[in-house]
């Protein structure tokens, strides 16, 4: 199940220090959205924000930024890692959620907005720890040391309901949302499931992103491609 991920490419380590975990929405939020305003253009910041408004306002400055996103990671995510840990689902090390936020800031507006197109080749250590292993209960796709957590439920209002832990499927298996690297999961007609497919190649036809190995998908031509480079401080 992929409902609280943080999709924010950071790269290296270093800088030392301690993130508490109780921090962590507001500390990572403060570094991204300083980044974010310091490489992005107002137009790309519009397109960003495009439908969202905060406290009736729509999102045009870096404290908006700030203040929105805290909300939602520190209202959403954070609830949910601690209730992870308090079951022994995963664990959290800060240092490296320090070391992921302290290079956020050290990206060059050219390495910020190669990152934002999932270009960078390289990601912090996680500080997010799985630790069940397949045949265990799980809520979320980061307590799993496969990343892949099956028939979980998520109630707002309710109680939540364990899925089990399970190995990433392969090509033509059956899938829930996660497939291995480089393939996506799609009904497929034949076999009238949802199952594992290969991604198409630039050039190909598509009508979504996720269809793509490049993750971007023109509206105009409807083809796979090379997503235009955004926030790169031009």
């Known amino acids: 199940m992929n409902r609280f991920v943080v999709s924010v490419?950071?790269?290296g380590c270093g800088g030392g220090g301690t993130?508490?975990?109780?921090?962590?929405?507001?500390?990572?939020?403060?570094?991204?959205?300083?980044?974010?305003?310091?490489?992005?253009?107002?137009?790309?910041?519009?397109?960003?924000?495009?439908?969202?408004?905060?406290n009736g306002q729509p999102i045009t400055t870096e404290e908006q930024c700030v203040?929105?996103?805290?909300?939602?990671f520190t209202g959403l995510a954070i609830p949910h890692y601690k209730d992870s840990l308090a079951m022994g689902r995963i664990e959290y090390d800060g240092e490296a959620a320090a070391d992921c936020i302290a290079e956020i800031g050290s990206l060059s507006c050219t390495e910020y907005?190669?990152?934002?197109?999932g270009d960078f080749p390289l990601e912090c250590r996680p500080f997010l720890l799985p630790k069940v292993a397949d045949g265990g209960g799980c809520t979320e796709d980061y307590e799993c040391t496969s990343h892949n957590c099956v028939g979980a439920t998520d109630q707002p209002n309710g109680p939540s309901t364990d899925g089990m832990c399970k190995p990433m499927p392969a090509a033509g298996q059956p899938c829930d949302d996660n497939c291995a690297t480089g393939l996506r999961c799609a009904y497929d007609q034949s076999a009238g499931m949802d199952v594992c497919q290969a991604k198409k190649a630039d050039g190909m036809q598509c009508n979504v992103a996720d269809e793509c190995t490049s993750d971007y998908c023109d509206r105009a031509t409807r083809m796979c491609g090379t997503k235009p480079l955004t926030c790169d401080g031009r």
Request: hydrophobic content about 40%; aromatic content about 8%.
């Open 9 to 11: 490419l950071l790269v």
């Open 19 to 54: 993130t508490e975990l109780d921090n962590l929405g507001l500390e990572l939020v403060t570094a991204s959205c300083a980044k974010q305003f310091d490489c992005c253009t107002d137009a790309e910041i519009m397109q960003q924000y495009m439908g969202i408004t905060y």
């Open 67 to 72: 203040e929105f996103s805290n909300a939602v």
């Open 113 to 117: 907005g190669t990152s934002r197109n």
